[in-house]
C-alpha cells in the first residue's frame, strides 16, 4: 500500500517473537536479502504503537526504502555488545 506523505506501508502478521518501532529489520526477497536497515513507523489499525506481539497484524514503514512487493519476509533483529572474558593461562 502507497501513502503520499508516508511512503510504502508492507501489511505484516508478526508469526513470533515482537516488532518494535526503530528496531532493526531485514527485507528478505527470494532468499536474499534486499534491505537492511530500520523500522520508521509501527502503526496498529489507525493507532501509532510501541511494539506488535507474535499473533497480531500492522503496517510497517521501512526508513529510505519503498520497494515492498508481496511475499517479501521482514526478519527484525536486534543486536548486542558482549565483553570477551581473557582466558588466563
Not at 501489511?11 to 526477497?29: D, I, N
Not at 499473533?55 to 570477551?84: H, M, N, Q, W
Amino acid at each position: 500500500l502507497r501513502a503520499s506523505r508516508v511512503g510504502a506501508i508492507a501489511g505484516c502478521h508478526v508469526g513470533e517473537g515482537k516488532v518494535t518501532r526503530g528496531a532493526k529489520v531485514r527485507l528478505v526477497r527470494d532468499g536474499t536479502v534486499v534491505y537492511d536497515g530500520e523500522v520508521a513507523s509501527l502503526r496498529r489499525f489507525n493507532d501509532d504503537v510501541r511494539e506488535v506481539t507474535a499473533g497480531y497484524e500492522c503496517g510497517i514503514v521501512l526508513r529510505d526504502f519503498a520497494d515492498i512487493k508481496e511475499g517479501d519476509v521482514l526478519e527484525p533483529y536486534s543486536t548486542r555488545l558482549l565483553e570477551r572474558e581473557l582466558a588466563s593461562s
